[in-house]
T-cell receptor, first 113, second 116 residues
Framework: DAKTTQPNSMESNEEEPVHLPCNHS???????IHWYRQLPSQGPEYVIH?????VNNRMASLAIAEDRKSSTLILHRATLRDAAVYYC?????WGFGNEKLTFGTGTRLTIIP | EAGVAQSPRYKIIEKRQSVAFWCNPI?????LYWYQQILGQGPKLLIQ????????DSQLPKDRFSAERLKGVDSTLKIQPAKLEDSAVYLC??????????????FGQGTRLTVV
C-alpha cells in the first residue's frame, strides 16, 4: 500500500487559515487522495478528495502538488469545531485492486481560541 | 438520509466471553467496512465487504473474530473469546459504489468495547 506521512500535531489560532500537509511520494497514477477527520468521541467523517486538480467544497480545499507527491488540506477559517484528527489516505478507484480505505495516525489539530 | 446505525453503543464483558456487534449501513450502499480503533490510534480496517462478498480481511484475527453480511445489507462482527487487548471502539462504515468512481465513506458512532 502506498504510504502517507503527516505531522503528528499542529496548532492554529481560531479564525485563521490552516494548512495541513501530507506527503505521499510513492503514490500511483490512479490513487485518489482522500481526507477524513475525526472529532472527539465520533466516527471519522469525510472532508474532501481529489486526483490531480485542486478541489474545493463547503468544508475545505485540497491543493495537490503538480507531481502528486504531496497535498495540503486547507481550512480557510478555523473554528473551535475544527479541532480533530485529520487523516490523509490514498485509495485506488474500484476495479484497480486493493480498494481498501486504510487510515494512518493522522494529524491532531488543536485550535487556540 | 439515515446514517450508519450501530448497536450497542457500549459493551463491557469479561475476558474469554463472546460479544457481537451489529451494523445497519445506509440503504443502497454496496460497501461495508468494520474498523477497530484502539485509544490514541487511527482506525484499523478489519474487514471490507462489497455487497456480501469479502474484499479484504487480511487484518481480521480469524481465530477469534468473524464477520458476516447476510443478503448484502446488515452486518455482524463477533469476537469469541475476547481478550483484554480487544478493548477498543469498533466502527462500521458504508459507501456507495458508482462504477469506478471513488466515493466517500460514512461512519457510524461506533461501539465501545471494554474487556475486563
Amino acid at each position: 500500500d502506498a504510504k502517507t506521512t503527516q505531522p503528528n500535531s499542529m496548532e492554529s489560532n481560531e479564525e485563521e487559515p490552516v494548512h495541513l500537509p501530507c506527503n505521499h511520494s510513492t503514490i500511483s497514477g490512479t490513487d485518489y487522495i482522500h481526507w477524513y477527520r475525526q472529532l472527539p468521541s465520533q466516527g471519522p467523517e469525510y472532508v474532501i478528495h481529489g486526483l490531480t486538480s485542486n478541489v474545493n467544497n463547503r468544508m475545505a480545499s485540497l491543493a495537490i502538488a503538480e507531481d502528486r507527491k504531496s497535498s495540503t488540506l486547507i481550512l480557510h477559517r478555523a473554528t473551535l469545531r475544527d479541532a480533530a484528527v485529520y487523516y490523509c489516505i490514498l485509495r485506488p478507484p474500484w476495479g484497480f485492486g486493493n480498494e481498501k480505505l486504510t487510515f494512518g495516525t493522522g494529524t491532531r489539530l488543536t485550535i487556540i481560541p | 438520509e439515515a446514517g450508519v446505525a450501530q448497536s450497542p453503543r457500549y459493551k463491557i464483558i469479561e475476558k474469554r466471553q463472546s460479544v457481537a456487534f451489529w451494523c445497519n449501513p445506509i440503504s443502497g450502499h454496496a460497501t461495508l467496512y468494520w474498523y477497530q480503533q484502539i485509544l490514541g490510534q487511527g482506525p484499523k480496517l478489519l474487514i471490507q465487504f462489497q455487497n456480501n462478498g469479502v474484499v479484504d480481511d487480511s487484518q481480521l484475527p480469524k481465530d477469534r473474530f468473524s464477520a458476516e453480511r447476510l443478503k448484502g445489507v446488515d452486518s455482524t462482527l463477533k469476537i469469541q473469546p475476547a481478550k483484554l487487548e480487544d478493548s477498543a471502539v469498533y466502527l462500521c462504515a458504508s459507501s456507495p459504489q458508482q462504477g469506478w468512481l471513488d466515493t466517500e465513506a460514512f461512519f457510524g458512532q461506533g461501539t465501545r468495547l471494554t474487556v475486563v
